[in-house]
């Protein structure tokens, strides 16, 4: 089964300044890199999604970064805001299945 | 909109009950997911069901069954509920993709306290 290890486990930041979430993985082989927000009381949903053939990706104030050769992806949060404060997971996927893990519990404060 | 209804929000039952979580999608999807949630264990698959009369065992499968009759509703079932089955359950589902690169689209979830 693929590993993805996600860190921090949780991060204080004020608002307006910059979220930066990681995860590490083990196998190369492994080929999509989703990340997913879950608000409290509500279930996860795709926020963005990256290809290892793509290094960055950019969708508003979400970007995801890949660094194929040491095997990482990062989640970076610009202009960060209270309403962002969410868990945010990088499920691993191996045979059709996502692997969520414990995800990074983020909080924005004013 | 994907939309994925779980049947109750809250459910208290009784160790030793049989129980049902029900999940309903309305999209089509041939894939439908449960997980269980636990504060530091994150989120943990159950079992799936890649379509209709199709299960597969998922991590944590133990204690559960599953029930897949049409294609839109995918059932779970604690046989014999216990105290350790207190948990937050979300129902998924996602369009068929070869390389599983479709996003899969979660319920509210259930929180399910067993006494």
């Known amino acids: 089964q693929q590993q993805v290890k996600q860190s921090p486990q949780s991060l204080i930041v004020q608002k307006g300044g910059i979220s930066i979430i990681n995860c590490a993985y083990e196998?190369?082989?492994?080929?999509?890199f989703p990340w997913y927000q879950q608000f409290p009381g509500k279930g996860p949903a795709l926020l963005i999604a990256?290809?290892?053939?793509?290094s960055e990706k950019k969708e508003g104030r979400f970007t995801i970064s890949f660094n194929k050769s040491a095997k990482q992806f990062s989640l970076h949060i610009m202009d960060s805001q209270p309403g962002d404060s969410a868990t945010y997971f990088c499920?691993?996927?191996?045979?059709?299945?996502?692997?969520f893990g414990t995800g990074t519990r983020l909080q924005v404060t004013l | 909109d994907v939309k994925v209804t779980q049947s109750s929000r809250y459910l208290v039952k009784r160790t030793g009950e049989k129980v049902f979580l029900e999940c309903v999608q309305d999209m089509d999807h041939e894939n439908m997911f449960w997980y269980r949630q636990d504060p530091g264990l994150g989120l943990r698959l159950i079992y799936f069901?890649?379509?209709?009369?199709?299960?597969e065992k998922g991590d944590i499968p133990e204690g559960y069954s599953v029930s897949r009759e049409k294609k839109e509703r995918f059932s779970l079932i604690l046989e014999s509920a216990s105290t350790n089955q207190t948990s937050m359950y979300l129902c998924?589902?996602?369009?068929?993709?070869?390389?599983?690169?479709?996003?899969?689209?979660f319920g509210d979830g259930t929180r399910l306290s067993i006494l």
């Open positions: 499920p691993s996927r191996a045979a059709s299945k996502l692997t």
């Open positions: 998924a589902s996602r369009m068929r993709d070869r390389f599983s690169n479709q996003p899969q689209h």
């Open positions: 196998n190369t082989a492994f080929d999509y």
């Open positions: 990256i290809r290892p053939d793509v």
């Open positions: 069901s890649y379509d209709v009369k199709m299960k």
